[in-house]
């Protein structure tokens, strides 16, 4: 069965540089998310969208923002990169049209800040 | 906010035999959804099971099992047969109705001793 894509794998910036996370839904899935995952943490919600429009916001800094495009894939966008923004980001989709709404998790973007 | 509690930061568990996670979670509502997500060293998210709050049957994924105890507020997660495989970190997860923010515990690392 097809799963949650994600680009890159890993990515490697500099202080200060910008970068851009992609996410590609399960095919028919309608909802995406946005999550971080410092090393020994949970994850944490960033940010989703249902149907291209932002659903629900968590603790995503400002100089972080996202979209959800006709096609329904995701980009995060992160700008003036810190050495804290070092983590596993990772992308979930779900179907709202689903009973529990079951979030699937791609493998994640491990972005490394130096 | 919802509080998802793990209260066991590792278990170990001797291969084929039983281990049991526990999970507590705070909320005033009475409809909700819980989810068990397995993280093994690649660090890839995989949904393992869920429950719906409404239902009073307790969630069965193969080896994988839960006790539901909805007016304790309590969702452990029993892993028969342990394999090698199984080894993980487990994270329990909480996802209201219409919500979007799944929270989680802060998870449990299962070893299995071959």
């Known amino acids: 069965a097809a799963g949650v894509i994600q680009s890159p794998r890993h990515l490697i910036k500099e202080k200060r540089e910008t970068a851009t996370l992609k996410c590609y839904p399960i095919p028919r899935h309608d909802t995406v998310y946005w999550y971080q995952q410092g090393p020994g943490q949970d994850p944490q919600f960033l940010i989703s969208?249902?149907?291209?429009?932002?659903?629900d916001k968590g603790s995503i800094p400002d100089r972080f923002s996202a979209q959800q495009f006709s096609d329904y894939h995701s980009e995060l966008n992160m700008s003036s990169l810190e050495l804290g923004d070092s983590a596993l980001y990772f992308c979930a989709s779900s179907f709202a049209g689903e009973i529990t709404d079951t979030q699937y998790f791609g493998p994640g973007t491990r972005l490394t800040v130096l | 906010a919802q509080t998802v509690t793990q209260s066991q930061p590792e278990m170990s568990v001797q291969e084929a035999e039983t281990v049991t996670l526990s999970c507590t979670y705070d909320?005033?509502?009475?409809?909700?959804?819980l989810f068990w997500y397995k993280q093994p060293p690649s660090r890839q998210m995989i949904l393992v099971i869920r429950q719906e709050a409404y239902k009073q049957q307790n969630a069965t994924e193969n080896r994988f099992s839960v006790n539901f105890q909805k007016a304790a507020k309590s969702f452990s997660l029993k892993i028969s047969d342990s394999q090698l495989g199984d080894a993980a970190m487990y994270f329990c997860a909480y996802l209201g109705i219409g919500d979007y923010k799944l929270s989680f515990g802060a998870g449990t690392t299962v070893t299995v001793r071959a």
């Open positions: 969208f249902y149907e291209k429009m932002q659903s």
């Open positions: 909320t005033s509502e009475s409809d909700y959804y």
